[in-house]
């Protein structure tokens, strides 16, 4: 009866995201701003970074932000000093790297029982032919929308993105975290000399967390590009508005 | 209400007392071997008591990592701190023979020590890191008597749990637990690169905590007191760095 199908509405909702998806999802995005503005506070107090076991104000530092800091022993360049808020800045920091860990576990144990990894994150073999590649890059830097097919699965740039912030971003940075960590380093000392000192630990720390943030904001901008409403709405309620006649 | 959705508030429901009283077994289980922080109230009190209680099963006896003599800082840096008063000025002027260490609390022998007499105790010299909260480190040696080996002068009761140490800088105070106290590597420090320990550092006695950030290690110590319970000691939260704000456990 085709009548009584072009009467029915053009979309309608089918499931996205499942629900532990979601969940991890908006604790992880909570975690990211809270360690976001506690990391930069903690960070205004020395805002100078080194290479190696050791840096201060009396060694020369490998780069400088340019920045105010919140300690008059630091030399900025600048005629006044930020009020210290390390106190709640650590803890805060700490509590919510707890927080954001045992969620990571949490989705990483999920996504490998669950298939969701497999389905869902590793590309395809054909996807990562050097023709398939540039194509998905040219859509990209043509800001081109995605399709209606990738509204339902991720496309192979997607994929290896958040494969690297995952499995390679997310564990450096608690990695090199933990190897801040005096009691760590006495424990494990490997996790400091892995990076060739304490204070270059820190440094990759603060570069791993530049990347975090680039990542944020491409992602922030690629949702909005393939339609914020519904992108939003399928992270939040799992359920995503399609066109029938598509699928 | 549809079967399905009732049998998905049971399920949250049964979650989220199994969650409750999870929590609640593992902080009496924390109480009771000692892995609660003093300062484990409040709304960061989770996290510290989580990283204090982890850090503790992790690395209660690990050693603090030691460097070879070429790995020694420079030009060592140093919070500038202040504790010229009247006193300390008169101390510093009779070459600090007067200067006494006094350890109380629960021990059998309480005693009252000149650095004469801590000189003369078997000493240590080690090459460590200290690292300041803010972000900065430096490599030295300290040389001084492991606080275990004053600890076993004046005869520590069983029931000890914490050592508080107090500056001759009003206000400056913190305790650590007994494991960080009996360590090893925890020395009551008269000297650093060989010479004598620098005021700017801390002379002339500071408490090495090489475990712990750069806070823990007080300079100016004058009182060791043995105790149970750190609740009589100012607001009760272990050291005057929670009351500014600041965690009492640093070893991150």
Known sequence: MPGLAAALPATTDAPRHSALVRVTHWVTALCFFALLVSGIEIVISHPRFYWGETGNIFTPPLFVLPIPASRSSVPTGYGFVLPDQNGWSRYLHFQTAWVAVLTGLLYAVYGLLSGHFRRNLIPAGADLSWRALSREMANRLRFKPPGEAEAWSYNVLQRLTYLLVIFVLFPLVIWTGLAMSPAIASAFPFAVTAFGGQQSARTIHFFVSVFLVLFLLVHIGMVCLAGFRNRMRAMITGRIAHNKEHR | ?252
């Open chain 2, 1 to 252: 209400m549809s079967n399905l959705s009732r049998r998905k508030l049971i399920s949250t429901g049964l979650w989220a007392t199994a969650g409750a009283s999870g929590v609640a077994v593992a902080a009496g289980l924390a109480e009771r071997y000692g892995l609660l922080a003093p300062d484990h109230g409040g709304i960061y009190g989770p996290g510290a008591a989580l990283t204090y209680a982890a850090q503790r099963l992790l690395t209660r006896h690990s050693l603090a990592r030691e460097f070879p003599r070429s790995q020694i800082s420079k030009v060592p840096f140093a919070n500038p701190t202040d504790p010229q008063g009247p006193a300390y000025e008169r101390l510093k002027a009779g070459g600090f023979v007067d200067w006494r260490l006094a350890v109380d609390g629960m021990v059998a022998r309480p005693v009252s020590l000149s650095l004469a007499e801590l000189r003369s105790y078997p000493s240590r010299s080690q090459i460590t890191h200290l690292a300041c909260e803010e972000g900065w480190s430096f490599i030295a040696e300290w040389i001084g008597v492991p606080l275990s080996h004053v600890l076993n002068v004046v005869g520590i009761l069983p029931q000890a749990r914490y050592v508080v140490y107090f500056s001759l800088q009003k206000g400056w105070w913190d305790s650590i637990d007994m494991a960080d106290a009996l360590h090893p590597q925890t020395l009551l420090t008269y000297g650093m690169n060989g010479g004598e320990l620098p005021v700017g550092h801390g002379g002339p006695l500071r408490l090495r905590v090489p475990r712990q950030l750069g806070y823990k290690n007080v300079k100016y110590i004058t009182r060791l007191t043995v105790t149970d319970n750190l609740k009589g000691f100012g607001k009760g939260l272990g050291s005057a760095s929670p009351e500014v704000g600041y965690s009492w456990y640093a070893g991150i």
